[in-house]
Protein backbone atom coordinates (compact mmCIF):
# COMPACT_ATOMS: atom_id res chain seq x y z
CA UNK A 1 0.00 0.00 0.00
CA UNK A 2 0.99 3.57 -0.38
CA UNK A 3 1.24 6.26 1.60
CA UNK A 4 -1.77 8.85 1.42
CA UNK A 5 0.33 11.42 0.73
CA UNK A 6 1.24 10.33 -2.63
CA UNK A 7 -0.79 12.35 -5.63
CA UNK A 8 -4.06 11.41 -6.47
CA UNK A 9 -4.70 8.81 -3.74
CA UNK A 10 -7.63 9.34 -1.90
CA UNK A 11 -8.43 7.75 1.24
CA UNK A 12 -12.02 6.29 1.36
CA UNK A 13 -13.75 4.11 3.70
CA UNK A 14 -15.11 0.73 3.33
CA UNK A 15 -18.69 -0.53 5.08
CA UNK A 16 -15.92 -2.29 7.92
CA UNK A 17 -14.56 1.35 8.64
CA UNK A 18 -11.15 0.43 7.50
CA UNK A 19 -9.78 3.50 5.37
CA UNK A 20 -7.19 2.35 1.74
CA UNK A 21 -6.75 5.02 -1.24
CA UNK A 22 -9.05 4.61 -3.45
CA UNK A 23 -6.36 3.72 -6.19
CA UNK A 24 -5.12 0.87 -3.69
CA UNK A 25 -9.23 -0.25 -3.52
CA UNK A 26 -9.48 0.11 -7.41
CA UNK A 27 -6.36 -2.49 -7.90
CA UNK A 28 -7.97 -5.11 -5.27
CA UNK A 29 -11.07 -4.92 -7.81
CA UNK A 30 -8.67 -5.12 -10.73
CA UNK A 31 -7.00 -8.53 -9.49
CA UNK A 32 -9.21 -9.86 -7.13
CA UNK A 33 -12.46 -9.23 -8.73
CA UNK A 34 -15.73 -7.99 -6.99
CA UNK A 35 -16.64 -7.30 -4.24
CA UNK A 36 -13.69 -5.66 -2.29
CA UNK A 37 -12.83 -6.89 0.60
CA UNK A 38 -11.00 -5.07 3.44
CA UNK A 39 -7.46 -6.44 3.31
CA UNK A 40 -7.16 -5.65 7.27
CA UNK A 41 -10.44 -7.87 8.22
CA UNK A 42 -11.35 -9.33 5.00
CA UNK A 43 -15.01 -8.24 5.24
CA UNK A 44 -16.87 -7.54 2.01
CA UNK A 45 -18.10 -4.32 0.90
CA UNK A 46 -19.77 -4.56 -3.25
CA UNK A 47 -20.14 -1.01 -4.03
CA UNK A 48 -18.15 0.70 -6.48
CA UNK A 49 -15.12 2.61 -5.81
CA UNK A 50 -16.89 5.98 -7.01
CA UNK A 51 -19.66 5.34 -4.22
CA UNK A 52 -17.03 4.86 -1.17
CA UNK A 53 -17.29 7.70 1.24
CA UNK A 54 -13.97 10.04 1.69
CA UNK A 55 -12.08 10.01 4.81
CA UNK A 56 -11.82 13.58 4.93
CA UNK A 57 -10.78 13.47 8.42
CA UNK A 58 -7.62 11.27 7.33
CA UNK A 59 -7.27 13.90 4.49
CA UNK A 60 -6.53 16.66 6.57
CA UNK A 61 -3.81 14.64 8.86
CA UNK A 62 -2.31 13.91 5.66
CA UNK A 63 -2.71 17.21 4.24
CA UNK A 64 -4.53 16.08 1.17
CA UNK A 65 -6.64 18.42 -1.12
CA UNK A 66 -9.76 16.03 -1.74
CA UNK A 67 -12.00 17.75 -4.07
CA UNK A 68 -15.84 16.77 -3.16
Known amino acids: LEPYSTPGR ?3 VLQCGHSFCSSCVQQLIFTR ?3 IRCPACRQPDT ?8 NYG ?5 RL ?4
Do not use: F, T
Open 10 to 12: VPV
Open 33 to 35: GSP
Open 47 to 54: RHVSDLPR
Open 58 to 62: LADAA
Open 65 to 68: DVVA
